[in-house]
Structures are given as structure tokens and as C-alpha cells.
């Protein structure tokens, strides 16, 4: 089992930034990233990385603008959102792979299986 704890989310004007945390605990991660689900059925694919290697990922709306680190000491993912626009509001999902099957192919992410609660992110224009 993996416990994904997020925070950071709020209200910002559009140009500002960001910080969004999540901490992982329980077993080690293969892999980890957000997602985002705006109003709406879908969920979007926005950053993950490869924790045993230096393989990142991003979506295309959000590369150049968007950061993703981690911290190893302290279980710790991070999401750096600067340049935000109105339509980066959403609900930003923090999410985890421990067992290697997740996977990048055509501009999205697949195979996290385990999900945080999310943490609301709300941009004015």
C-alpha cells in the first residue's frame, strides 16, 4: 500500500505560481506524478517522474511552465506551477506506481494505481 498525502492547492491570479506537495508513504514508488481533472469526466496526464532513474515527463500544456522534483529524504513530490492560466484550474491529483508497470507513450501517463484525495487549484483571471 502507498499513501499519497497532497497540499499546496488555493486561489491564484493568472501569471502567478504555485507550489504543490505530496507525500508518499507506505512502500517505495517506482513512479509518481500528478494528473489533473478540470470540470468535466476527464482526467488529464500533467507530469510524472521515474524515481530509480532521470526520466521525466510532461504534458504539452504545461511544459516550459510547470516543474516536477522530489525530494528523497523526505518521501517528497513536488509540483511547481508558474505562468498559471485560468484553464489550469482544476484538481490536482497526486498519484503513484510502486510496482514498475506505469508507463509514458504519446504525450500521456499510464498505470499509476494509487491516488491521492487532491487539492483544489483555482486560477482568476
Known amino acids: 500500500q502507498v499513501q499519497l498525502e497532497e497540499s499546496g492547492g488555493g486561489l491564484v491570479q493568472a501569471g502567478g505560481s504555485l507550489r504543490l506537495s505530496c507525500a508518499a508513504s507506505?512502500?517505495?514508488?517506482?513512479?509518481m506524478g500528478w494528473f489533473r481533472r478540470a470540470p468535466g469526466p476527464e482526467r488529464e496526464f500533467v507530469a510524472a517522474f521515474i524515481w530509480t532513474g532521470d526520466y521525466t515527463y510532461y504534458s504539452d500544456s504545461v511544459k516550459g511552465r510547470f516543474t516536477i522534483s522530489r525530494d528523497n529524504a523526505e518521501n517528497t513530490v513536488y509540483l511547481q506551477m508558474n505562468s498559471l492560466k485560468p484553464e489550469d484550474t482544476a484538481v490536482y491529483y497526486c498519484?503513484?506506481?510502486?510496482?514498475?508497470?506505469?508507463?509514458?507513450?504519446?504525450?500521456?501517463?499510464?498505470?499509476?494505481?494509487?491516488w491521492g484525495k487532491g487539492t483544489l487549484v483555482t486560477v482568476s483571471s
Open positions: 507506505g512502500r517505495g514508488v517506482y513512479a
Open positions: 498519484a503513484a506506481d510502486p510496482d514498475g508497470g506505469s508507463y509514458y507513450a504519446a504525450g500521456n501517463y499510464y498505470g499509476m494505481n494509487y
